[in-house]
C-alpha cells in the first residue's frame, strides 16, 4: 500500500491546509511554528503528521517508525487523542473539541472530514482473518459522542452523523445519519413514591 504522507512536499501541504489552513500558499516555518505554539489543535496535527511522514519512511540510519511511535505516545498522554499511525487519513482533517478520540489503524478516512470529542472509530472482531477496514469518505462530519465500528464498513462522501450515533452498518453518500433515543425514567425498586422529593 502507497505511504500516506510519501514526501516532505506532501507533509507540507498537510501542514499548510491543517495547520496554517492557508493551502496553495508558500510554507513559512516562522508563521507554521508560531501556530504550532500558539493553539493546541494546530500542535496536534502538526505532530501527529510529522510522526504519520515518519511511521511510513524506510528504516535509514534512524529507526522513523521507533521515532513516530514516541512522538505518537506523547501526542496520546498529552492530548488524550488516540489516532493510531497506520490509519490513513486525507488532507482536511479537522478537531475541534480535541478530548477522547480513537480512531483504529485500520480506518481508511478521505478528504475534509471533522472528528468532535469522544468519537471512537473502531474494529469489532479480534479475527484478523475478518478484518477489513473502517473506509469513510471525503467532507463528512462526525458529531460527540459518536461510535463508528465494524470490520468492514463504509461511510459515503458528504455524510452527517449526529451526536450520539452508534454506526454499525454502511451509510450511503449525501445521508444524515442519527440515533433515536428514548429517555425512560423509572422508580427505582423498593423506592416508595414522593422519596426522591424530599
Known sequence: MQPLIA??????????????????????????????????????LFWYRLAQFLYCR????????????????????R????????????????LPHRMGICVSNLAVIGRNVMIRQHTTIG?????????VGIFIGDNVSLGAHVCIVGDHLTIGDNVVVGA?????????????????????????????PGDAAR
Open 79 to 94: 492530548h488524550n487523542i488516540e489516532i493510531l499511525l497506520g490509519a490513513r487519513i486525507g488532507p482536511g482533517l479537522r
Open 164 to 192: 450520539g450515533a452508534l454506526v454499525m452498518r454502511d451509510i450511503p453518500a449525501d445521508s444524515l445519519y442519527y440515533s433515536r433515543h428514548e429517555a425512560v425514567i423509572r422508580p427505582l425498586p423498593g423506592a416508595t
Open 58 to 77: 524506510p528504516r535509514g540510519l534512524l529507526n522513523y517508525r521507533k521515532l513516530a511511535e514516541r512522538i505518537n505516545r506523547r501526542l496520546i498522554r
Open 123 to 131: 474494529i469489532k472482531s479480534d479475527d484478523p482473518a475478518q478484518l
Open 7 to 44: 514526501t516532505y512536499a506532501e507533509l507540507k501541504d498537510y501542514w499548510r491546509l491543517e495547520v496554517l489552513d492557508a493551502p496553495g500558499k508558500p510554507l513559512r516555518l516562522k508563521r507554521l511554528f508560531r501556530r504550532v505554539a500558539a493553539g493546541e489543535s494546530p500542535s496536534f
